[in-house]
């Protein structure tokens, strides 16, 4: 009747790995002071929306100037860059940095825009670390109706 019980087992083999993981994290952060990067550490936050004219894109940009933000598009996608700068080291002046959360370093985020776009009519603008492209968008030729016509058999 007990048979198809399976028995408790306090071996986790997940838990395991995470606990391992966890100290080989560790290791690497204390002699060097540094967090690996998590997915997305540095690349910017998207809005994407369009209306009846334009493409809008919001990205975030906190901290960056307009020299820093190299904005292209090419065919379909647009690729936003630029570089956060390491400021951690300019402002050593004998503190002791415990907790560093800011990344920094080069990042690039494309997207595929939803419609072909006017890139040399482009826009963008910098506002409060929200950095707001619009691109207009191309016209699109219009939709021609084919008539499709059948070939009669011939009975015979």
Same mark, same amino acid.
């Given at each position: ?49 369009? #209306?009846?004219?334009?493409?809008? @894109?919001?990205? !975030?940009?906190? =901290?960056?100037? +307009?020299?820093? &933000?190299?904005?292209?598009? $090419? ?17 050593? #002046?004998?503190?002791?940095?415990? @907790?560093?959360? !800011?990344?920094? =370093?080069?990042? +690039?985020?494309? &997207?595929?825009?939803?419609? $072909? ?40």
């Amino acid at each position: 009747m007990a048979k198809n019980l399976v028995p408790y087992r306090d071996y986790d083999p997940f838990r395991e790995m995470d606990r391992m993981l966890g100290q080989m994290q560790s290791l690497i952060e204390r002699p060097f002071g540094w967090t690996p990067p998590r997915t997305g550490w540095n690349m910017p936050a998207i809005n994407l929306s369009e #209306d009846e004219l334009d493409l809008v @894109v919001e990205a !975030q940009v906190p =901290g960056l100037s +307009e020299d820093q &933000i190299d904005v292209r598009v $090419e065919g379909d996608r647009l690729t936003i860059s630029g570089e956060y700068e390491d400021k951690h080291e300019e402002q050593a #002046d004998n503190r002791t940095w415990h @907790v560093i959360e !800011q990344s920094y =370093g080069r990042f +690039e985020r494309s &997207i595929r825009l939803p419609a $072909e776009v006017k890139a040399d009519k482009a826009d963008a603008s910098l506002d409060n670390g929200v950095l707001t492209i619009r691109l207009p968008k191309a016209e699109v030729s219009q939709a021609k109706k084919i008539a499709v016509k059948a070939k009669k058999l011939l009975k015979g």
